[in-house]
């Protein structure tokens, strides 16, 4: 079922001076305007197209790239502020809505917000930067350790950084793991560290691979700088292992050092 606020390839079924007309099915035949369309498109060709509805709410097409699509995230900049709320920049040549009531907080004309594509009762794409009514944080989900994710990185708490996981469920970055610097509202990629018996998520910015390679570096340039020697093993007190290697016991335990 083709639904308005989604990407699609369609098919051209006619031609005409102000665009091209395409079949979308259920939706019936939708414009394409003429400074959207391809040179050479013609009738029975397939051409990518994003759907939405124009300024009469009527479904229109377009070959522009949305930033987001119905049912995503995006961080968006506010282009305007009017009587009816915020106005975003989200690619295309008409801009998408923030109702009052949909805003976290009132939104200032040059700032950019997390926000959630949706399509209000009129069928219209609307977004909403109360965010925390949308992201999930239940145990319904299938990540698994090690798994690569995408992530938008939101607030920022005691423990780390928030982050949207796959565009569903919020997942945590714990501070003292990161070391770079992370903005709100930047898109980055990272993996499922752990899952808790709540649920919830642990992330990461790098995989385990990439840990234990960090992790063993580590080893390798002490033993270099040592002889080959350290005085410490598998069971040498963690705090005796922090203070060479500055990891704990566990991630000691887990580089591929080798023998010491």
Request: proline share 4%; hydrophobic share 35%.
């Amino acid at each position: 079922m083709i639904k308005i606020g989604r990407t699609y390839n369609l098919e051209v079924v006619k031609e005409t001076e102000f665009g091209v007309y395409l079949d979308a099915e259920d939706l019936g035949e939708i414009l394409l305007p003429k400074k959207h369309t391809p040179e050479n498109l013609s009738v029975g060709d397939t051409v990518e197209v994003f759907l939405y509805l124009d300024s009469e709410d009527r479904p229109i097409a377009t070959t522009q790239t949305p930033k987001a699509e119905v049912g995503e995230f995006a961080y968006l900049k506010v282009k305007e502020n009017t009587q009816f709320g915020a106005f975003l920049d989200w690619g295309l040549d008409k801009d998408v809505l923030v109702p009052f009531a949909e805003q976290h907080r009132p939104m200032t004309v040059g700032h950019s917000y997390i926000v959630f594509l949706y399509l209000d009762n009129q069928g219209r794409i609307t977004a909403t930067s109360k965010i925390d009514k949308v992201v999930k944080e239940d145990d319904q989900h299938n990540f698994c350790p090690q798994q690569p994710v995408d992530l938008i990185i939101g607030n920022s708490t005691e423990l780390g950084f928030k982050a949207i996981v796959d565009q569903s469920h919020w997942g945590l970055l714990y501070k003292d793991e990161v070391d770079q610097r992370l903005s709100f509202g930047q898109s980055i990629q990272g993996y499922i560290k752990y899952i808790r018996e709540d649920g919830k998520i642990d992330l990461s910015l790098k995989s385990g691979r990439q840990i234990r390679d960090n992790y063993s570096q580590i080893i390798l340039d002490f033993l270099r700088d040592h002889d080959g020697f350290a005085s410490v093993h598998d069971k040498s007190p963690p705090a005796q292992i922090d203070k060479l290697f500055g990891m704990s016991k566990g991630q000691f335990e887990k580089s591929d050092r080798g023998p010491l």
